[in-house]
């Protein structure tokens, strides 16, 4: 393993911001750390950055812990969420301002300067100041900067989140193809899950400062572990196991046996629809998506969210049966579930 964070916990007064927190990064890895705003996810950054310090557990780089290594000794890469380009110095400057200060020889940092710029595909903004680009060329110039200096780790703090949809998706794309032809094991955090299963390697989902699970992007959309993951990773429906067994017995075949408060969690995508005249649900609302069609539907089982790519013809009202093949079914625990309140 390359990056290892292990037990890592982080306390501010009472308050415990991160619970002995483990995460795993491999060489060349694109890792996301996604959760809700509050959970923990900048202070595991700064953690590893070295820009707060660890109350408990350890953070290894190669095997070698980074306890007493400041900041600046790391050899990270850091791009934050709001532009942090230095305002008075030009563009260049900015990205060879590392390697000017470790003492590059001038036509050396210039070439270097060049390439990245090109890397990033703004080759004509040397002399610019950073208050002359848009957000989306300061976040660029911002990512050339943290790479300049061929960082061990690269670290990224929700460094899209400040721009406009558009530029957001394009910029995604680039950041992955910088990374993947650079190979430098990156972290970056974001709140947006479609952001999460479009880059990563693996996700690292978390919640009041623990980690709920780490996976591929496949894993967590199609095999959440808790209702938490599956709420957070795109609409479901989570249905009780007594309803399933009243109306989809079929899905209980893949039930764990355990006796943990287990939901089924049923994408919409994965429900068949077909028109009934008899059919036991009904169609409450359509709404056009674009690429789908997204369907409430009053089953016996209780209200469903379905999506279909076109295909039948419904219509709000129409009588429908549904069908859910075994497979589609994933049991999940039920995390927001009141615990049993012992006798007093
Ligand atoms: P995220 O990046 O996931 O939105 P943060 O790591 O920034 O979350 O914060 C996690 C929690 O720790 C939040 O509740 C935040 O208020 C708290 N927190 C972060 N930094 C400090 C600090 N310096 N002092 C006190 N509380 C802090
Ligand atoms: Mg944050």
Known sequence: MYLTVRDATKTYGTFTALDRVSIEIEKGEFVCLLGPSGCGKTTLLRLIAGLTDLDGGEITLEGATLSDLPTRKRGFGIVFQ???????MTVAENIGYGLKIRG???????????????????????????GQ????QQQRIALARAIAVDPRVLLLDEPLSALDAKVRATLRDEIRQVQRSLGIPTLM???DQEEALALADKIICMNHGVVVQAGTPEDLYHRPATRFVAEFMGISNLLPASEIEQHFPDLLTTRPSSDEPYLACIRPEQIGVTPAKDGTATVRSISFLGNLRRLEVDSPAGPLLVETHGGNACRAGDRVNLSIEPQACTWVIDDAAQPETAPA
């Open 82 to 88: 709001s532009y942090s380009l230095f305002p008075n």
């Open 133 to 136: 680009l848009s957000g989306g």
């Open 104 to 130: 590059a020889p001038k036509d050396e940092v210039a070439t270097r300067v060049k390439e990245l710029l090109a890397l990033v595909k703004l080759p004509q903004v040397a002399d610019n100041l950073p």
């Open 189 to 191: 955090v974001t709140h």
